[in-house]
């Protein structure tokens, strides 16, 4: 039995689907019941807990072969670093409890670092603690191609806002590489080492201004990249209602990306390329 959380999310109904379609038993776990029904409909068994409640979460996860797991975003909370610390310990507990022998959790590039990255701090954390209860496979992913999203609406206007420069080039990844590569993870099981790292990109970097050209190219009207200084990060983020201290978190961590702080490891790490090019991404994402 493969257990699932985030099954709601970005990357969690991909590990899900990957595996129901391959046959594999799977149990998703969520925190409102309703949403899981598509899921039970296609043979998913349900578990409800928040991943904060140790003895639900325990209960969701006993049995399992491996497990999924992710740090929630807590884009509105005043405290993100100590919520995600509650649902650290409480992943962390509720896996020992369980006695998962796999998990494989969703990372991030530059997680190698305990600080100064904004939230992938929290991951650097995860990790840690996880890989003391259990065999670990960390999925480090680079930069969701997603992500890209939140700048689609000033296209219209012929610009694509960034807070990065426009011709840094940076590891991205596809969201449904993400839970393609998670899935096979969780099905090839650790393999005998207590704890493995995938780094996780997209065929190639991409730059704010490859980004822009992608755009220009489907919709095909003119679009170009526009760069707004890191001072700009928290007063736009909060005023999409997130709270300052996760907009500074944010700011933090778009620093790091230039400064070159959110790298790869490397080293003992396994690179793994996922296939789906940003032009796909950006079409779909375009489409909404
Ligand atoms: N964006 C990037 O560039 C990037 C890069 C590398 C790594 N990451 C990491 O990716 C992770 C996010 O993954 P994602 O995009 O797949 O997730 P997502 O789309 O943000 O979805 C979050 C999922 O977690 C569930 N959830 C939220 N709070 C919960 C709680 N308290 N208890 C149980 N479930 C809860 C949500 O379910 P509900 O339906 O109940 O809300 C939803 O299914 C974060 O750890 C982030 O740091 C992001």
Redesign the pocket.
Known sequence: MYVI?????????VVADTLLTAGKPVRV????AA?AAPWRARGAEVAV?????TAALTAALRGATGAYL????RLASADPAGENRA?VASLAAATRAAAVPHAVL????GAQHPDGTG??A??HHAEAALAEVTALTAV?????M??WGASLGAVARGALPTFLPRALAIPM?A?RD?GTTAAAALVEGPGGERRRVLELAGPRPYSADDVAAAVAAITGQPVAAAEAPLDAVVPTFTSFGISATMAALYREMYAAIIAGRVDWEGGATRAVRGPTPLEDVLRKLLAR
């Not at 959380?5 to 969690?12: Q, S, Y």
């Open positions: 959380t985030g099954v709601t999310g970005n990357t969690g109904a776990v969520v925190r409102d949403r807990a928040s991943l904060e409640d992710l740090v929630p975003p649902v969703l990372s991030s590039i939230p992938i929290t991951l480090r992913a680079a930069y969701f997603e992500n990844i969201t993400i």
